[in-house]
């Protein structure tokens, strides 16, 4: 009896990547990814915009998605051929991503609640406190001072302050 030579080509290639992709639980993966994802962006991404700040709706999303592909790896990993390594990691994976939608669902909307009210601030069309910055210069200029100096040889009438929250 002769031996055949291994076939070699695309055929050999399918079944050791179809192989790999048996034995990688890529839902346990994706979704674990995912959830690291729908966590870091908001802090790095969604903050800076009010539609996605005050109800962070694109990070729910995200984590809905995570938490779907996290359920559907453990119900693929929990199959009676599945090593220990799987289980052991894709349980992980799960633990880990619902912790961070805890965490995240904690930080958003219980501790965000938490944050002093603003009562003392002034309101719109009322008069303004005394307080003093630095200009441009590095010297300090207060408000009275602002309302004392002459613009045009006239006393100002009034002050327009504009707080911005820019990049410097």
Sequence with gaps: MA?????SGPVQGSVIKSGFMQRLNWQSWAGFVLSLLAGFSYLFVFV???ITRDWPWVNLILFAIAMVLLFLGLRRTFKPDKRIFSKTFSSLAAVLGVLLLAGFLFVVFVAGRWLPASAA???VGQKAPDFTL?????KPVTL???LAEPVNNKPPKALLLIFYRGYW
Excluded: G, M
């Design 134 to 138: 630095t200009d441009s210069n590095n």
């Design 144 to 146: 009275a001072q602002l």
């Design 121 to 123: 601030a002034p309101q």
């Design 3 to 7: 031996k055949s030579k291994p076939e």
């Design 48 to 50: 800076r915009w009010p």
